[in-house]
């Protein structure tokens, strides 16, 4: 039966049934925090450096609270578990709790497209969710406080989703080593992409994706009298299903490719990416 995902059992975590249980439940998580993040407009100002004085730190507003939130989350060693990858891991404390021993899920590799998804949902993403009276740029400084921490939840939970194409990776070079290894030494990265994209499943979570915005993003008791009208959703269901066929679907993919690629690499030896 599939399950949530045991980071302490290999079988369990490189379970393709059990990653793909993990992945529709992440779906929820990223939903809900997006439904909580649209409520406030855009407020560019907050993902602008320099734009909010900070003492000590150049860089926006959003990332000062991100990267604060991080240094909290290292320091009870959220960052020592491998389905869980940091905005700024080159600035980050060791934790104070006894380390984890986790088993030998994922070959030691480089791969971070943390940087690239805080772009994509900063200039496309946000743009798109937002309602159309704030997405061109709305202002309301008394909510930049709580729109930065709604948006470090969005880009934490969008992060573990797309860094679990590693574990996808793993597992189906698992099932056939030897066609994913030719295919990794030749730099195949058509063959590659060929091999890990399946677009029924694509369709369907797109499809499960509308389905879910939809029942999230409307009342129940408006639903039930008039049936949830646009006006009446909380979330642009279209903006949804966008955010994961432009962004997190390629984005995924691409962290697969790139994790596979690095897969033969002698341990100590990963390239950078």
Same mark, same amino acid.
């Given at each position: 039966?599939?399950?949530a995902i045991?980071?302490?059992?290999a079988n369990?975590a490189?379970?393709l ?8 439940r992440l779906?929820d998580?990223?939903?809900?925090h997006?439904?909580?993040r ?9 993902? $602008?450096?320099g734009?909010?004085?900070? #003492?000590?730190?150049?860089?926006s507003?959003?990332?000062w609270?991100?990267? $604060?939130q991080e240094?909290?989350?290292a320091?009870?060693r959220r ?10 891991p080159?600035e980050?404390?060791? %934790?104070?709790?006894t380390p984890?021993?986790? %088993?030998?899920?994922?070959? %030691? ?14 200039h496309?993403i946000? #743009?798109?969710?937002?309602?159309p009276?704030?997405a061109?740029?709305g202002?309301t400084?008394?909510n930049?406080?709580?729109t =930065?921490?709604?948006d470090v =939840?969005?880009l $934490?939970?969008l992060?573990?989703?797309?860094h679990?194409g590693?574990?996808?990776a ?6 056939? %080593?030897?066609h994913?290894s030719r295919?990794i030494?030749e730099?195949?990265?058509d063959?590659?992409?060929? =091999?890990?994209?399946n677009?029924?499943?694509?369709r $369907?979570v797109?499809k ?5 915005a939809r ?5 129940p008791?408006?639903g039930t009298?008039?049936?949830g ?9 279209d903006?949804?299903?966008g955010m994961y066929?432009?962004?997190?679907i ?5 962290i697969?490719?790139?994790y ?6 002698p341990v100590?030896?990963?390239?950078n990416?």
């Open positions: 039966m599939d399950g045991d980071l302490l059992d369990s490189l379970d049934n059990n990653i793909r249980f993990q992945l529709i779906e998580t990223i939903i809900f997006l439904i909580e649209v409520q406030f407009p855009l407020n560019p100002t907050i993902y $602008q450096p734009n909010i004085h900070i #003492p000590n730190h150049t860089g507003f959003l990332d609270i991100l990267h $604060q240094i909290v989350h320091r009870v960052y020592q578990a491998p389905d869980e990858y940091a905005f700024f080159d980050l404390p060791e %934790p104070f709790l984890l021993t986790y %088993p030998v899920l994922l070959h %030691p590799n480089t791969v971070n497209l943390n940087q690239k998804l805080k772009h994509s949902y900063i496309h946000l #743009p798109a969710a937002c309602s009276s704030t061109d740029g202002e400084n008394e930049y406080g709580s =930065a921490v709604s =939840a969005c $934490q939970a992060s573990r989703r797309i679990f590693k574990f996808v793993e597992a189906k070079f698992r099932e056939d %080593p030897e994913f295919m030494r730099r195949d990265l063959g590659l992409e060929k =091999a890990i994209t677009e029924a499943v694509e $369907q797109l499960r994706l509308e389905l879910k029942t999230y993003g409307t009342d008791m408006e009298k008039s049936g009208t646009t006006s009446q959703m909380k979330i642009n269901v903006a949804v299903v066929r432009d962004h997190v390629p984005q995924t993919k691409e697969e490719i790139e596979l690629l690095q897969r033969l690499d100590g030896e990963t390239n990416v």
